[in-house]
């Protein structure tokens, strides 16, 4: 998979029950709440910062792929993502000293994120004006004959993603991929719980509309 | 269950439905590269405090009797080979005559290569390189989240936006989860 590709396809045969409830439990199971076989994310920092390196793994294992995605998907481009993924993890470690559970990890480490792509977006503009090319989200990998309306559903949904507004695109994706709650998301973009949640109602609405109006496939695989 | 899915007011209809696709769609997993790049540097990094924690105790004392040791050597041996004060009056004077003719040099050589414009001025990403070594924000500033922001607004104000650039890089070192209230 290439990295025009890699945020637009998804699973062919995705075990979709699994995946939600996967989900729930990533909101408001073992990252945010003790039991007594797993250790909380924050012990886990505690033991990390006190030189166990085995509980950093661990850690890390819980939020990988999601912040993984959220950046893929905000960045809309893999090399920045990798870049930036790898810059936030970086800040992490750096920081195991300072860190204080004061919130949930998982609200710190998208914070962090965001922290990331905020000053990443800022740079490029200045220095190289960094554009999105359209192009860059089609899969030309699969002709539109053998896409399935299930599959195709799912790329109108991630093309119309691509193409939300960056505010809202983050709102969306701190609310689907991180599982955080309007207060979470208002206070790691810096605007009003009134703001996030208008925009990501925003967001669901033109999401809502690309799901249910089918682009027409053309014969080069370009949905339009 | 995590409240924000059980908050009516905060859903429509379809949102659901927009979620469960979503949900089914994002499947992706990070690169094994990836993986590995991080968790090296995580491992790396406690090495290293293991390794500090280890020599830290006796460390700093060695550090002082050998600062102590080379102070006294020093002083012994200026105090046991000083000139007579003729001979420090002569050597003062040639070198302070060498010192002016060199910088005298150095600033025919500096205004010769100098182009025309704005010589002192630099721009661009490597200037962020340049500048990194400075500070912009002070002792006090740099000490609190919140003032430190408040001093990277005041020079982007000012129009020094890679100065402010660099103190931004420092204080998301310092302080990586900070965010400016709304």
Redesign the interface.
């Known amino acids: 998979m290439n990295s025009a590709t890699a945020f637009l396809v998804g699973p062919t045969a995705a075990d979709s029950r699994v995946s939600r409830l996967d989900r729930v439990a990533y909101a408001g199971g073992m990252t945010g709440s003790s039991s007594r076989d797993t250790p909380t994310d924050a012990a886990l920092m505690h033991r990390y910062r006190d030189g166990d390196a085995a509980a950093f793994e661990t850690l890390y294992r819980r939020h990988n792929d999601r912040l993984y995605r959220y950046l893929l998907r905000l960045c809309r481009n893999e090399h920045t993502a990798e870049d930036l993924y790898q810059e936030v993890w970086g800040r992490v470690v750096k920081a195991r000293h300072r860190y204080r559970p004061t919130a949930k990890f998982t609200t710190w480490l998208f914070r962090i994120a965001h922290n990331c792509f905020v000053d990443s977006v800022r740079r490029n503009r200045r220095f190289s004006a960094q554009s999105a090319d359209p192009a860059e989200i089609l899969d030309p990998g699969e002709s539109p004959e053998q896409l399935t309306e299930t599959s195709l559903a799912r790329r109108r949904l991630l093309t119309a993603l691509g193409d939300l507004p960056e505010e809202q695109r983050d709102v969306f994706l701190l609310y689907e991929e991180a599982a955080l709650s309007l207060d979470e998301i208002a206070s790691i973009t810096g605007v009003n719980r009134e703001t996030a949640k208008s925009r990501l109602r925003y967001a669901n609405k033109k999401l809502r509309v690309a799901l249910a109006e089918p682009r027409i496939a053309t014969t080069d695989g370009i949905l339009k | 269950?995590?409240?924000?899915?059980t908050?009516p007011d905060?859903r429509?209809q379809?949102?659901d439905?927009?979620?469960?696709?979503?949900?089914?769609?994002?499947?992706?997993?990070?690169?094994n590269h990836?993986?590995d790049?991080?968790?090296e540097?995580?491992?790396a990094?406690?090495a290293r405090?293991?390794w500090q924690f280890r020599f830290h105790p006796w460390l700093r004392p060695l550090a002082v009797a050998a600062t102590v040791t080379l102070s006294l050597a020093v002083l012994l041996e200026v105090m046991s080979s000083a000139p007579d004060d003729d001979q420090i009056i002569e050597d003062f004077s040639s070198a302070a005559t060498d010192a002016s003719e060199r910088m005298r040099a150095l600033g025919e050589t500096t205004a010769a290569s100098r182009p025309p414009g704005n010589p002192t001025a630099a721009s661009?990403?490597g200037a962020i390189d340049a500048l990194s070594a400075q500070r912009y924000c002070s002792d006090s500033a740099i000490a609190d989240a919140e003032r430190w922001w408040t001093c990277i607004l005041a020079l982007r104000e000012e129009g020094r936006?890679e100065e402010a650039?660099a103190e931004?890089?420092r204080m998301?070192?310092?302080f990586?989860?900070?965010?400016?209230?709304?």
């Open positions: 269950m995590n409240e924000r899915i908050d905060d429509s379809g949102d439905v927009v979620s469960s696709h979503y949900q089914d769609a994002s499947r992706e997993s990070v690169p990836l993986d790049a991080v968790l540097r995580a491992a990094e406690v405090d293991r661009g990403p936006l650039d931004l890089q998301r070192t310092d990586p989860d900070f965010s400016p209230r709304p």
